[in-house]
């Protein structure tokens, strides 16, 4: 079984920084897939990044200008820059290993002033 637990969120201005981490644990495969998905109420979950442990990076083109992810085997981070308003969504850490996928609880993260 493998648990994910998220950190790092809260309440940012606009135009400000903002660090989430996500750690795993329980029977971690040193191959897998990791990364980020966001939900803002009435939409559907989106794909931010994800990242597998080779560092094959999966992240739609409009994600990759404020949007970093990086990881070591059991961790993983996002950096999100110049956050705005639209950023104000739950974040859910997500790891896929041996056919299975499993998710966090989720990190709030609201942009406003």
């Known amino acids: 079984q493998v648990q994910l637990e998220e950190s790092g969120g809260g309440l940012v201005q606009p135009g400000g920084s903002l660090r989430l981490s996500c750690r795993a644990t329980?029977?971690?495969?040193?191959?897998?897939?990791m990364g980020w998905y966001r939900q803002a109420p009435g939409n559907q979950r989106e794909l931010i990044a994800t990242?597998?442990?080779?560092?094959v990076l999966n992240s739609p083109d409009s994600k990759k200008d404020r949007f970093f992810i990086s990881r070591d085997n059991s961790a993983v981070y996002l950096q999100i820059n110049a956050l705005k308003p639209e950023d104000t969504a739950v974040y859910y850490c997500?790891?896929?290993?041996?056919?299975?996928?499993?998710w966090g609880q989720g990190a709030q993260v609201t942009v406003s002033a």
């Open positions: 997500h790891l896929r290993q041996y056919g299975n996928t499993y």
């Open positions: 329980g029977s971690i495969s040193t191959i897998n897939i």
């Open positions: 990242l597998s442990a080779v560092g």
